[in-house]
């Protein structure tokens, strides 16, 4: 006699199983908002006015087959004291390195980097040819509807770790 209910009359039985389930969507429905809620009291949601502010992201669309593409973004230190960005996550890609662009003997070469500095009152602004973020290993591009989800990770002169959500537009060109 083996799983839940095997003892019920079948109808009962049924029924059982159906409140089961509905009850585990529930409860996972319940966690991910309870989440969700912790996430923006605690972190803020990066709006005007908050100590950090995460503006104009966008990122470059690729063309079909393409392995990494490139996002830009603006960030600004609304807070008193020095902010540290650690790196970029997005369930649309794989993996999300910070770069910067040097000249090397005349050429143009792209570095990936292990952090920005922002100081207080000033912004970052990570565009082509300078600072970005490389966004490597594309997942379902298609189904994002030409918005990508940025999660960006900072850590405060005081050391708290804050992560600001934005959402960065999939975009053929650079906007006006």
Not at 132 to 152: C, K, N, Y
Not at 164 to 176: D, V
């Amino acid at each position: 006699m083996g799983g839940s209910g095997a003892l019920l009359p079948p109808d009962i039985a049924s029924n059982n199983e159906n409140l089961r389930a509905d009850s585990e969507e529930l409860m996972k429905k319940s966690l991910i908002g309870l989440v969700t809620a912790i996430t923006f009291i605690l972190t803020g949601c990066g709006a005007s006015g908050d100590p950090i502010e995460v503006d104009n992201g966008w990122v470059r669309a690729m063309p079909p087959g393409a392995k990494m593409t490139a996002g830009y973004v603006t960030v600004t230190n609304n807070g008193k004291g020095e902010l540290r960005v650690l790196g970029a996550s997005s369930p649309f890609f794989g993996r999300i390195e910070m770069h910067t662009t040097v000249m090397d003997d005349g050429v143009q070469k792209m570095r990936m980097v292990d952090g920005y500095k922002i100081a207080p009152g000033e912004s970052l602004e990570l565009k082509a040819g300078s600072d970005h973020l490389m966004m490597r290993f594309p997942r379902d591009l298609e189904t994002a509807g030409g918005q990508i989800p940025v999660s960006m990770a900072f850590r405060t002169t005081d050391g708290e770790l804050v992560s600001i959500e934005s959402t960065f537009e999939l975009r053929q060109s650079a906007p006006n």
